[in-house]
Nanobody
Framework: QVQLVESGGGLVQAGDSLRLSCAAS????????MGWFRQAPGKEREFVAA????????YYADSVKGRFTISRDNAKNTVYLQMNGLKPEDTANYYC??????????????????WGQGTQVTVSS
């Protein structure tokens, strides 16, 4: 098990940038594939991005490709989500997640074993 704590959310205007962080507990962070998901009120949880254990591979939802960048620092047990060119439709609660499963089906929430509590991102028009 790994415990995850997100930070960095806030209220911004359209076009602004934010960087979310997710700090993980434990010594085995580098063994986890990490993902970011988001959920807006009344909507299902939606995949945003994933990164492999060593950071060599990344995968993005089409809706954020070219605007968001996922990265990780295994020495700091932290995964990041750099969000540029934010749009009102990016407004949601953002969650980080960790899984020990292989690098596939990264967009499926049920493949992840551990979840953080979320951080709210609100983008005004």
């Amino acid at each position: 098990q790994v415990q995850l704590v997100e930070s960095g959310g806030g209220l911004v205007q359209a076009g602004d940038s934010l960087r979310l962080s997710c700090a993980a507990s434990g010594r085995t962070f580098s063994t986890y594939t990490m993902g970011w998901f988001r959920q807006a009120p009344g909507k299902e949880r939606e995949f945003v991005a994933a990164i492999s254990r060593n950071g060599a591979n990344t995968y993005y939802a089409d809706s954020v490709k070219g605007r968001f960048t996922i990265s990780r620092d295994n020495a700091k047990n932290t995964v990041y989500l750099q969000m540029n060119g934010l749009k009102p439709e990016d407004t949601a609660n953002y969650y980080c997640a960790a899984k020990t499963n292989p690098w596939n089906s990264n967009y499926v929430p049920n493949t992840y074993d551990n979840w953080g509590q979320g951080t709210q991102v609100t983008v005004s028009s």
